[in-house]
């Protein structure tokens, strides 16, 4: 067999040959082991890479079958839908291994693109095969098309088989591989059909078989998806991304806790205020802790607009401080990465330019999701699916294996997430050997515990009492009123024309009630006052979080969102009463980087009717009475503040946690190789309560951006409302759905588009005129 007739074997329609496919995808092996060294620890494998080298190699073999060349290349076949990977694994019992790395080859290979159950439901019956050959097929072939043996028999030509063997000893004297093939020739007859074979596996959760099986198959299907890909190159991290450090140690004077962040690489959690650079601290943790191992990062941050933020943040940082340019290093992972890169590619008139933004903001996208950048900032639920065994979850798990997890404000979840993210974390420490850094301003001792304990985290870093004492940044001021009395009764006498307000409500409902008022005042100009809440549409948010840091912005009226979402700095806030830890994240959007004296922080004592479908009223009430003796809060105090408001859960509440840890640890074994969990895949997508509406005031906005193939444009019209409300609304006519085509290379693409017949304006958002001047239950925070 000449060299020609091997190079015309194709893998792909596209024209990529096997061999080069073979060559792309054991390039990225290569890839794999530097930046996942980890790998072969957490495998319990000390020869993985070998095994993995093997499972490429052979992964594509069965597309070397006749019928399934001609259906590559576009021409009458008999391929009949089959699986090639089925014919792939007899090629693999050449290899001169013992029997049970080749089992673990075999099914890695077998299951690199179906579930085992998926590929069970293919197998014919052989009394149905020899009724069907009779019935459909004696005249056409010699033998039915899915006959497994008499397929290896008539369309694996030897002389190619010979030369893709002799290939193979190339190859692994080229990547340095020591395994051989076997001289004994394989004989079909003595040959199992490989579903019946390996399709029933099963194995313990957690054992050195569970690992080596999730390993090998998810390090097979992540190279052969990312050479598939096109991509040549992982990215690592290396000590010249983390030369900014060098430059903050020279430039400023570190904090004590700073500084022990900065010499240590084991899993670690610290306290400290904000604005006293945690998120340094964190970065000079990490560099150790490279320097250590390789392994990919995660940031993780609660809301997307801070993910946002950080990402530009960490973009200048290690890659020399090319602002507003994108990054290979830093990636993003949340639901509307799309929305975020738009703004790096300008929108035109043109059909053609914005159908390749769409295509350049698209493989960006698919970078992020891929993970290819080291350092991915992502949102807790990103990892959360990967433990829901929804499909894909071993390539995500793969990618975490030797992460390094820093976790940022974990504060900002309900019970039942938390306790996911506490197993999710101790799973990721002890099983794939995970480094964690948690970071928090606002948690509770007992959780501190909690996570300490679980995690078996010893290395505890407080900010230093000295710092605490000297720190404080803000008075508290009581009002009995409520917010929207204070600004008729109260407001004009503490306004200083130099000074920037914000004002926090606990509704939407509210927020939009007060910026009315606020504007009849007659005080400021339209410009100088922003409503910032979740139910603005994209397109109007991004607008916003421009102006929010300009001088020119005056006013601030918002609801939960400043809580965490904002990097700000304004001078004087007045809220709607909350938890403590909740009003603590507020009063950090003021004063925030204590450069100037202690800011006032009005709390009024009335919230609206509806808080408590928001907050604990509880919770509220015992912050106002402990706030009631406090004048100046003193960083030093905030700890012992949190822990009167939060001494513990309550038995119902620590049941539930438990409950919650004991019912996500169960769900765990789920996480089978070769499988995905379609009762996990549900359970996670519903922990997702908001549906996308368009406003009809958009509609032919909508329309016109479609027909321009801006879908990324026309996508942020939409806003996001409660699935309760979605479907309230639903019933009572105010949303309809509607569907809408679009002509895309003469075919027509039609989605479903849901309309909701409510008022919208930039300033205002979504509207519901039916509240409008009452209280409402309906909260959209």
């Given at each position: 067999?000449?060299?020609?007739?091997?190079?015309?074997?194709?893998?792909?329609?596209?024209?990529?040959?096997?061999?080069?496919?073979?060559?792309?995808?054991?390039?990225?092996?290569?890839?794999?082991?530097?930046?996942?060294?980890?790998?072969?620890?957490?495998?319990?494998?000390?020869?993985?890479?070998?095994?993995?080298?093997?499972?490429?190699?052979?992964?594509?073999?069965?597309?070397?079958?006749?019928?399934?060349?001609?259906?590559?290349?576009?021409?009458?076949?008999?391929?009949?839908?089959?699986?090639?990977?089925?014919?792939?694994?007899?090629?693999?019992?050449?290899?001169?291994?013992?029997?049970?790395?080749?089992?673990?080859?075999?099914?890695?290979?077998?299951?690199?693109?179906?579930?085992?159950?998926?590929?069970?439901?293919?197998?014919?019956?052989?009394?149905?095969?020899?009724?069907?050959?009779?019935?459909?097929?004696?005249?056409?072939?010699?033998?039915?098309?899915?006959?497994?043996?008499?397929?290896?028999?008539?369309?694996?030509?030897?002389?190619?088989?010979?030369?893709?063997?002799?290939?193979?000893?190339?190859?692994?004297?080229?990547?340095?591989?020591?395994?051989?093939?076997?001289?004994?020739?394989?004989?079909?007859?003595?040959?199992?059909?490989?579903?019946?074979?390996?399709?029933?596996?099963?194995?313990?959760?957690?054992?050195?078989?569970?690992?080596?099986?999730?390993?090998?198959?998810?390090?097979?299907?992540?190279?052969?998806?990312?050479?598939?890909?096109?991509?040549?190159?992982?990215?690592?991290?290396?000590?010249?991304?983390?030369?900014?450090?060098?430059?903050?140690?020279?430039?400023?004077?570190?904090?004590?806790?700073?500084?022990?962040?900065?010499?240590?690489?084991?899993?670690?959690?610290?306290?400290?205020?904000?604005?006293?650079?945690?998120?340094?601290?964190?970065?000079?943790?990490?560099?150790?802790?490279?320097?250590?191992?390789?392994?990919?990062?995660?940031?993780?941050?609660?809301?997307?607009?801070?993910?946002?933020?950080?990402?530009?943040?960490?973009?200048?940082?290690?890659?020399?401080?090319?602002?507003?340019?994108?990054?290979?290093?830093?990636?993003?992972?949340?639901?509307?990465?799309?929305?975020?890169?738009?703004?790096?590619?300008?929108?035109?008139?043109?059909?053609?330019?914005?159908?390749?933004?769409?295509?350049?903001i698209k493989k960006l996208v698919e970078q992020y999701k891929s993970l290819l950048s080291p350092i991915s900032i992502a949102t807790p639920f990103q990892l959360l699916k990967y433990f829901f065994g929804i499909k894909?979850?071993?390539?995500?798990?793969?990618?975490?294996?030797?992460?390094?997890?820093?976790?940022?404000?974990?504060?900002?979840?309900?019970?039942?997430?938390?306790?996911?993210?506490?197993?999710?974390?101790?799973?990721?420490?002890?099983?794939?050997?995970?480094?964690?850094?948690?970071?928090?301003?606002?948690?509770?001792?007992?959780?501190?515990?909690?996570?300490?304990?679980?995690?078996?985290?010893?290395?505890?870093?407080?900010?230093?009492?000295?710092?605490?004492?000297?720190?404080?940044?803000?008075?508290?001021?009581?009002?009995?009123?409520?917010?929207?009395?204070?600004?008729?009764?109260?407001?004009?006498?503490?306004?200083n024309p130099i000074k920037r307000y914000i004002f926090v409500c606990n509704t939407v409902h509210r927020a939009q009630k007060l910026y009315k008022q606020i504007l009849k005042m007659n005080v400021f100009n339209e410009?100088?006052?922003?409503?910032?809440?979740?139910?603005?549409?994209?397109?109007?948010?991004?607008?916003?979080?421009?102006?929010?840091?300009?001088?020119?912005?005056?006013?601030?009226?918002?609801?939960?969102?400043?809580?965490?979402?904002?990097?700000?700095?304004?001078?004087?806030?007045?809220?709607?009463?909350?938890?403590?830890?909740?009003?603590?994240?507020?009063?950090?959007?003021?004063?925030?980087?204590?450069?100037?004296?202690?800011?006032?922080?009005?709390?009024?004592?009335?919230?609206?009717?509806?808080?408590?479908?928001?907050?604990?009223?509880?919770?509220?009430?015992?912050?106002?009475?402990?706030?009631?003796?406090?004048?100046?809060?003193?960083?030093?105090?905030?700890?012992?503040?949190?822990?009167?408001?939060?001494?513990?859960?309550?038995?119902?509440?620590?049941?539930?946690?438990?409950?919650?840890?004991?019912?996500?640890?169960?769900?765990?074994?789920?996480?089978?190789?070769?499988?995905?969990?379609?009762?996990?895949?549900?359970?996670?997508?519903?922990?997702?309560?908001?549906?996308?509406?368009?406003?009809?005031?958009?509609?032919?906005?909508?329309?016109?951006?479609?027909?321009?193939?801006?879908?990324?444009?026309?996508?942020?019209?939409?806003?996001?409302?409660?699935?309760?409300?979605?479907?309230?609304?639903?019933?009572?006519?105010?949303?309809?759905?509607?569907?809408?085509?679009?002509?895309?290379?003469?075919?027509?693409?039609?989605?479903?588009?849901?309309?909701?017949?409510?008022?919208?304006?930039?300033?205002?958002?979504?509207?519901?005129?039916?509240?409008?001047?009452?209280?409402?239950?309906?909260?959209?925070?």
């Open positions: 067999m000449n060299k020609k007739e091997i190079e015309a074997i194709l893998a792909k329609s596209d024209g990529t040959n096997l061999l080069e496919h073979i060559d792309s995808t054991l390039k990225i092996c290569n890839e794999l082991k530097e930046a996942l060294p980890k790998v072969v620890e957490i495998s319990k494998l000390s020869d993985f890479w070998d095994l993995l080298f093997c499972a490429v190699y052979f992964h594509d073999f069965g597309k070397i079958h006749t019928e399934f060349q001609k259906k590559l290349k576009g021409v009458k076949n008999h391929w009949e839908k089959q699986r090639h990977e089925v014919y792939s694994i007899p090629f693999i019992y050449k290899l001169n291994l013992e029997q049970e790395k080749i089992n673990l080859i075999a099914r890695a290979v077998l299951g690199h693109h179906k579930s085992f159950d998926e590929l069970k439901k293919t197998i014919i019956d052989e009394k149905d095969l020899n009724f069907e050959y009779r019935v459909n097929w004696k005249n056409i072939l010699p033998y039915h098309p899915k006959d497994f043996y008499q397929n290896l028999r008539k369309n694996f030509p030897k002389s190619l088989i010979d030369g893709f063997y002799k290939l193979f000893h190339e190859f692994s004297i080229q990547h340095e591989i020591k395994i051989k093939l076997k001289k004994d020739t394989i004989k079909i007859k003595d040959l199992k059909n490989p579903i019946k074979l390996y399709c029933d596996f099963k194995c313990e959760f957690l054992s050195d078989e569970y690992f080596q099986n999730l390993m090998l198959w998810a390090g097979l299907k992540v190279s052969d998806h990312l050479a598939s890909a096109g991509i040549k190159e992982i990215v690592k991290l290396n000590e010249k991304k983390f030369h900014f450090i060098n430059k903050i140690e020279r430039k400023f004077s570190l904090y004590e806790h700073q500084k022990r962040s900065f010499s240590t690489h084991t899993s670690s959690i610290l306290i400290a205020p904000t604005g006293t650079g945690k998120t340094e601290s964190a970065l000079g943790w990490l560099k150790n802790t490279i320097a250590k191992s390789q392994g990919r990062v995660f940031y993780i941050l609660p809301f997307t607009a801070s993910i946002n933020a950080m990402h530009r943040r960490l973009i200048k940082y290690v890659d020399n401080n090319k602002e507003n340019s994108l990054s290979n290093t830093v990636g993003i992972l949340h639901g509307n990465i799309s929305h975020y890169l738009s703004e790096y590619f300008p929108t035109t008139s043109s059909k053609e330019e914005n159908k390749q933004r769409n295509t350049n894909g979850f071993e390539k995500g798990l793969f990618f975490l294996s030797g992460a390094k997890l820093i976790f940022d404000e974990i504060h900002a979840y309900d019970i039942q997430t938390f306790a996911q993210i506490v197993v999710i974390l101790k799973f990721l420490k002890i099983h794939l050997l995970n480094d964690v850094f948690i970071m928090t301003a606002t948690l509770p001792t007992f959780m501190i515990n909690i996570l300490k304990n679980y995690l078996k985290i010893d290395n505890l870093i407080y900010a230093e009492k000295k710092l605490l004492a000297n720190l404080k940044r803000h008075k508290i001021i009581l009002i009995d009123d409520n917010i929207f009395s204070f600004l008729e009764k109260k407001f004009r006498k503490i306004l410009s100088e006052v922003i409503l910032l809440h979740g139910r603005f549409n994209q397109r109007d948010r991004n607008k916003k979080e421009i102006k929010l840091s300009k001088d020119s912005t005056k006013i601030l009226i918002g609801t939960q969102t400043i809580e965490v979402s904002l990097d700000i700095d304004y001078d004087v806030m007045i809220t709607e009463p909350a938890p403590l830890d909740a009003l603590i994240q507020r009063f950090g959007r003021v004063n925030r980087n204590a450069n100037k004296k202690t800011a006032p922080i009005y709390i009024c004592k009335k919230g609206g009717n509806y808080d408590k479908f928001i907050y604990p009223l509880d919770k509220i009430d015992t912050t106002l009475s402990i706030l009631k003796n406090v004048k100046e809060i003193s960083e030093n105090d905030v700890q012992s503040l949190l822990d009167k408001v939060y001494p513990s859960w309550n038995n119902n509440e620590q049941k539930f946690f438990k409950d919650s840890v004991s019912l996500f640890e169960e769900s765990l074994k789920s996480l089978m190789p070769y499988s995905f969990s379609q009762k996990g895949e549900e359970e996670f997508y519903s922990k997702f309560t908001d549906i996308k509406v368009l406003p009809i005031v958009f509609y032919e906005k909508y329309r016109e951006l479609l027909k321009q193939y801006d879908f990324i444009e026309a996508e942020k019209l939409l806003v996001s409302i409660n699935r309760n409300f979605f479907f309230k609304y639903f019933k009572e006519g105010i949303i309809e759905r509607q569907i809408v085509s679009v002509e895309s290379n003469d075919k027509t693409i039609e989605h479903t588009l849901n309309i909701i017949k409510l008022k919208y304006s930039e300033n205002y958002g979504l509207i519901n005129e039916i509240e409008e001047g009452v209280d409402t239950q309906f909260n959209f925070w």
